[in-house]
């Protein structure tokens, strides 16, 4: 069974500082997402991720993706306050479905 | 882009009743749509994966006598929440796939806006 686990959880930080969120999952998956999820609001595609290697940027968000280690990472940089919000990674399972990480809550406070 | 939509945003219905969901894609025609719901502070849990003229197929725990899925068009899939009682309350979001939004050889995922479904 997949398991997409990300942590931390729940992540507070400071306006400005730098953070990484991480994504592991079980099995192996070369397509990878991100996505952001604000209170009660549907999802906000972020980043796909299509090979082992690729990195992708979008202002202070930068998504990179290791198959080999089945890991990817979100790293934050210069945090500020609209990046607060929950943020999911999500793993297609090569059967065309995506599982669902566990989450990681960021609040950004000044 | 691909544009998915999903009604009602929001519905309350009385224990025993049944809601129907529906969404949507606006400008692709969707081969597979799935159906996600989530708890409060919770993750997206995929219920089931539909193919425009084919059965359901659920994802284990998920009853499919109680949560009925419709792909009749490609452009339409419900979600019907039958017999609906107080822990069926959840966010239910929709996904949909098709030819348009094939990313480098692999779907590229479109959600509609999510029901919230309260049941009283």
């Known amino acids: 069974e997949l398991k997409v686990e990300q942590n931390p959880l729940f992540l507070s930080m400071q306006e400005g500082k730098n953070y990484t969120i991480y994504c592991n999952y079980s099995t192996t998956s070369d397509r990878l997402y991100w996505y952001r999820q604000d209170p009660g609001k549907s999802l906000e595609s972020l980043f796909v991720l299509l090979s082992n290697g690729a990195v992708k940027q979008e202002g202070r968000l930068m998504a990179s993706l290791d198959t080999k280690a089945r890991l990817s990472t979100l790293h934050i940089t210069a945090a500020v306050h609209d990046l607060s919000a929950t943020y999911f990674c999500a793993v297609d399972m090569n059967t065309d479905k995506l599982i669902f990480g566990t989450g990681t809550r960021l609040q950004v406070f000044p | 882009g691909a544009v998915v939509s999903q009604h009602p945003s929001r519905v309350i219905c009385k224990s025993g009743t049944s809601v129907k969901i529906e969404c949507r894609s606006l400008d692709f025609q969707a081969t597979t749509m799935f159906w996600y719901r989530q708890f409060p502070k919770q993750s997206l849990m995929l219920m089931a994966t539909?193919?425009?003229?084919?059965?359901?197929?659920?994802e284990q725990g998920v009853e499919k006598d109680k949560f009925l899925i419709n792909h009749a068009s490609l452009t339409l899939s419900t979600l019907t929440v039958t017999s609906a009682h107080p822990e069926d309350s959840s966010f239910y979001i929709c996904?949909?796939?098709?030819?348009?939004?094939?990313?480098?050889?692999?779907?590229?995922?479109?959600f509609g806006s999510g029901t919230r479904l309260t049941v009283v």
């Open positions: 996904s949909a796939a098709g030819l348009e939004t094939i990313i480098d050889g692999g779907y590229g995922y479109t």
């Open positions: 539909s193919n425009e003229g084919s059965k359901a197929t659920y």
